[in-house]
Each structure stands twice: as C-alpha cells, then as structure tokens.
C-alpha cells in the first residue's frame, strides 16, 4: 500500500468531530476537485505493508482510525486492511468521493462520501455539462455506491457557491439520503464562500443536513500538514 502520511490528530469534520483519530492518508486521486487542500497526496508517498501499518497505528494509540487521501479507494488492498483493523478492534471510517466501487468495503466501515457539486468540476467541465450529461456525472459518483449507504454512514457535500447549495438540495431530495445515512453534511470551501452565508441559507430553507466546519483549520490554520 503506498502511505502518504499518517499522524494522530483531532477529526475535524462529521459526527466524531473532537474525537482523537488516527489519520491514514493514502497516495493517489482519480478526481481533481477545484479546492483540493491535499494535493501533495497526489504523488508523495511510498509503499509499506500493512504490518508495518498496523504495527504504526497501534503506536499512535487512538481507537477511531480514519482512512482517506486522496482516494483511498484506489488501494487495491484497502478492503483487507480496513477489515484488519477492525479485527483488532478499531473504530473505522474512510473518506472517498463514492467515485469507485465500494461493496467490498467491510460492513462495519463508515463511509464518508464526499459527493462532487459542480463547482468542484469546474476545472473538467462547466457547470452545465456537469448537470445535463449523465455520462460526466457518472465518472465522479458510481451511483450503486448510494445504495451501499446506511444509518452509520455520512454524505459530505463541500459547497463553493450558492449555485452548489441549491444543486446539493436536490441531490438530497431525489437520492433520499435523510432515509439513507446517519448524516449529511453541508461544508463552505473556505476560503471562498463565508460560513455566515452558508448558515443563513440553512437557518432560511431548514433542510435536514448539518453545517460541518473543518475544525482543525480554525485551530491549525490552512497550510499546517500532518493535522
């Protein structure tokens, strides 16, 4: 498996924000959003076992370990590994745009599903092109992967315009995702767009999702890694 970087932090997003977790972040993203704060996972990294991965997260000592990247999909091994950790008691979750296949994913591991807006694409498409062409969505969200989600799972959908909020509202409605998932998170891309305003909009429309700001950057700031 090829690490990019793992170090013990506090999550900063979804419903175990606060919590102590041990970060491991894999190399490698099929998707290029417009606001990557990751880009170094893209190509750093270098290849370990999972021994020797295992042996470095029971070092760390947390008992919430979060798997993401880039994609951590893309390891051909994630699905063992995440059942090894399991195996030895860990509570895991995994960080993945929902962009490839994830039914071999243990039953136990929460998934995070980050859904791309249009303003995240905007760099591969317009925003029309993303909206009208069932072929460009479908390279960044394997749709079967929805029905895959449950009551532990979460749905993330980071925002960077009014026109990304008014698009994720009705991805929630036609998917039915308040039936589906234990929560669904509304994130501002900061910067870009004011958590005032992304609050004002939730306070006036009152959909069932949460407001999800990324801690770690109020405490760290943006260019910290490692956090």
């Not at 929460?110 to 498409?125: F, N, S």
């Amino acid at each position: 498996m090829r690490l990019n970087e793992m170090f013990l932090s506090i999550q900063g997003e979804g419903l175990d924000a606060g919590r102590l977790c041990t970060f491991v972040r894999f190399t490698a993203c099929n998707l290029r959003c417009t606001y990557c704060d990751t880009e170094y996972a893209f190509y750093e990294g270098r290849k370990r076992s999972q021994d020797d991965l295992l042996a470095a997260v029971a070092e760390l000592g947390a008992p919430l370990v979060c798997l993401t990247g880039g994609e951590p999909m893309l390891q051909k091994d994630i699905h063992e590994f995440a059942q090894r950790l399991l195996d030895e008691g860990y509570e895991v979750s995994i960080e993945t745009s929902g962009s490839l296949p994830l039914d071999r994913l243990p039953g136990a591991v929460v998934k995070i599903m980050d859904i791309k807006t249009p303003g995240a694409l905007r760099k591969e498409g317009s925003p029309e092109d993303f909206a009208n062409s069932e072929a460009f969505i479908s390279e960044h969200l394997n749709y079967d992967n929805l029905a895959l989600l449950g009551p532990t799972d979460q749905v993330k959908f980071v925002l960077c315009d009014r026109a990304d909020y008014e698009w994720a509202l009705d991805f929630v409605s036609e998917h039915s995702l308040p039936e589906r998932v234990g929560a669904i998170l509304f994130s501002p891309i900061d910067p870009g767009l004011p958590p005032a305003d992304l609050a004002s909009w939730l306070t006036e429309d009152k959909p069932p999702v949460r407001l999800n700001l990324q801690i770690h950057k109020v405490i760290w700031g943006h260019e910290v890694r490692g956090v």
